[in-house]
């Protein structure tokens, strides 16, 4: 069943005294369960693409429909909800509150539903167990690693249960094994039923996704279905195992 089904898509961004099309006419849908990664090189159109998709930016022309529900035409108000009911990001750059906890940073989405406090902390504290963070909950960023608070980022992404989980360059402020560690809780998760969609301009990450989009000029120039590395295999082979920080027994 397509959870995301855009047709025609397009951007254009006025500048000086004319535009820029950012997208040009991009048709295309992307599955349930699918694991989804978009390339191209600077100017291409995947980040406006994945605004987009992410309901951070509206379309000039066009139709997106996710999970049935036709985006287009929503007010800025019923865009945010749509957000916070559907879909999980996951930065480059973690977004974490500097002074807050691990727990209470993945709490945030939280704070304007329905649950009462303790419902929404249980919620969070089971997030951070399902990305191996159990025994971090009372840290601060700053007394973590970055894969540590790449993992925070996606429990609080994780906590509304989204239907969609968007990550923009999620191992670009990341050493090579940390990496290899978010890329195996993302394919963990994917294989649990998640949908993802990650945007980035790295080939070696790329090749963890089971399909390969590449964008040129605004356009889809190429979108190939693609038999994915395993990153926890890779992570064996290094000889990282299966210890507390590796992702891939965070989620077994």
Do not use: W
Not at 80 to 87: D, E, F, G, N, V
């Amino acid at each position: 069943m397509a959870l995301i089904a855009v047709r025609d898509l397009s951007k254009v961004y006025p500048m000086g005294g004319g535009t820029v099309r950012a997208l040009a006419g991009v048709t295309m849908t992307i599955d349930e369960g699918e694991f989804v990664a978009i390339m191209g090189p600077s100017g291409s159109g995947k980040s406006t693409f994945m605004n987009l998709l992410g309901c951070l930016d509206t379309a000039s022309a066009g139709s997106y429909l996710l999970a049935g529900e036709e985006v287009g035409g929503m007010s800025s108000d019923e865009l945010a909800a749509l957000r916070s009911r559907r879909i999980g990001f996951v930065f480059q750059q973690f977004n974490l509150l500097p002074r807050t906890t691990a727990l209470d940073n993945a709490m945030l989405p939280l704070l304007y539903g329905q649950l009462n406090k303790a419902a929404r902390y249980a919620r969070a504290r089971e997030r951070l167990e399902l990305v191996g963070l159990g025994n971090r909950l009372d840290h601060t960023p700053a007394q973590l690693s970055g894969g540590q608070q790449q993992r925070v980022a996606i429990a609080r992404a994780l906590v509304n249960d989204p239907v969609l989980l968007l990550a923009d360059e999620p191992t670009g402020a990341l050493d090579s094994r940390t990496s290899l560690e978010v890329m195996a809780l993302f394919q963990a998760l994917n294989q649990q039923g998640q949908t993802v969609v990650m945007v980035t301009h790295e080939p070696e990450v790329a090749r963890f996704a089971s399909r390969i989009v590449s964008f040129r000029d605004g356009r889809l120039l190429e979108d190939v279905p693609h038999r994915p590395e395993r990153a926890a295999g890779r992570l064996a082979a290094a000889g990282v195992g299966r210890s507390q920080d590796a992702a891939t027994g965070a989620v077994a």
